[in-house]
């Protein structure tokens, strides 16, 4: 018999749980249902939110040819089969596991068929497509995002295989505790599949009369189910979330999106991610706090996991709590500006490698001045080329005593050169 998470996939589209978006009553795919104006599509988002199920109820809506391969595993030859079955009944829907694993040569074979209309292609991926897949399927495909299911959509996916009588459990004696359900919802992850799965194996181990409690909910999915792909969408956006709550100096979410990076254990990514953000956003306003955050990814990475979450946990909370600069990012990247849109110029002359010119001035050209022969170390003198000679990259923060101190430096240097 198969899984029942199999068994219970949606027939048609009124079937489907969650995803309003797409399938509610105003949803583009019931339209194109309705309207029987299929067109080739691709729906990406987390492992069990119905990809699989919208293709087939699609399918079971329209009275379509339904075939289903695996962009890896399955080869040319039995997408070859599939195009000979469409020439002959007029159309067939393709769902295509996998779609942004797709190699060349299927793609290119695959094309023709879409074009003419005759192979209608649902590609399914957990990987976003516009980074993933190849613009030429792209540009003949709708895309869509599905959504992850809810607590709701998980119970109501529950319920309806507990009382299904034909695919489901409704023949069987069976009693569950509401706090089993809870836990089958909860610690699913918004994955349909992962719960049903979890429901399953409690019914089919217990003894009749069967009755499911926590414990036996507890037992069956031990451990909450956290979809973390370190190539897809959702870890860029965790990272994302990550920086951004360290520059927004809270601890809490901080150290959140720092347990589901662990949680992926995606040790190289993390730390990397940890490094920049210690000198793109804290950067001058605590200088420290970089070396100090290299030391701690150091140690995380001589310790591995688990122990390595105890040094980024308090480069975490450092990081979070220092004063904040972005100053050193924004002047390189202003400099690099004038670079990239030709403003250069000649080197003043007096910079240039005195070796080539002849001079014996501590190996520098004729003109320049050693600052080390003056003063306090500083000697008024050009050093940027003629056409830039006024730019001025670097905008001190002020929410530091250390840079505060480079800011009056800084400003004394600038008020000098003007006189």
Do not use: W
Not at 300 to 305: D, I, P, S, T, V
């Amino acid at each position: 018999m198969e899984p029942l998470a199999y068994r219970m996939r949606p027939t048609t589209i009124d079937d489907v749980i969650g995803q309003e978006h797409l399938v509610g009553e105003k949803g583009i795919i019931r339209r194109m249902v309705t309207a029987r104006r299929l067109s080739s599509m691709i729906l990406y988002g987390p492992p069990g939110t119905g990809k699989t199920s919208i293709a087939r109820a699609i399918a079971g809506s329209t009275d379509a040819k339904f075939r289903q391969l695996n962009a890896v595993t399955d080869t040319k030859k039995d997408m070859q089969i599939i195009a000979e079955e469409a020439k002959m009944s007029g159309q067939v829907i393709l769902l295509l596991d996998e779609i942004h694993r797709l190699d060349k040569a299927k793609q290119d074979f695959l094309l023709p068929h879409l074009e003419n209309g005759r192979i209608i292609l649902i590609g399914a991926t957990t990987s976003n497509p516009y980074h993933a897949i190849n613009p030429a399927i792209r540009s003949r495909t709708q895309i869509f995002e599905l959504e992850p299911l809810t607590p709701d959509d998980i119970s109501t996916a529950l319920m309806r295989a507990l009382h299904d009588q034909e695919r489901g459990f409704g023949k069987m004696d069976i009693t569950v505790d509401e706090q089993a359900i809870d836990h089958f919802v909860q610690a699913s992850g918004g994955d349909v599949r992962a719960s049903l799965n979890a429901l399953e194996l409690a019914v089919l181990s217990a003894p009749e009369p069967v009755h499911i409690t926590r414990q036996d909910a507890l037992d069956c999915l031990q451990k909450p189910s956290f979809n973390f792909d370190k190539d897809g969408d959702q870890h860029y956006d965790i990272m994302s979330a990550f920086q951004k709550s360290i520059r927004g100096s809270d601890v809490d979410a901080a150290l959140h999106y720092l347990a589901r990076l662990i949680e992926g254990g995606d040790l190289p990514t993390l730390t990397r991610r940890l490094l920049v953000i210690s000198f793109e956003d804290i950067g001058l306003a605590s200088p420290q706090a970089a070396s100090r955050t290299l030391s701690a990814i150091e140690a995380a990475e001589r310790l591995g996991f688990p122990e390595a979450r105890i040094p980024l946990s308090q480069a975490v909370i450092e990081l979070c709590l220092s004063p904040k600069s972005n100053s050193a990012i924004t002047a390189i990247d202003s400099a690099l500006s004038d670079i990239r849109k030709g403003k250069s110029g000649d080197i003043p002359k007096h910079l240039k490698d005195g070796h080539y010119t002849g001079a014996k001035d501590l190996g520098h050209a004729v003109g320049y001045k050693y600052p080390h022969h003056y003063e306090g170390g500083y000697v008024e003198q050009q050093y940027l080329p003629d056409k830039l000679k006024n730019a001025r990259y670097y905008e001190p923060k002020d929410t530091s005593k250390s840079e505060a101190q480079f800011k009056q430096i800084y400003d004394n240097i600038n008020q000098r050169k003007k006189k």
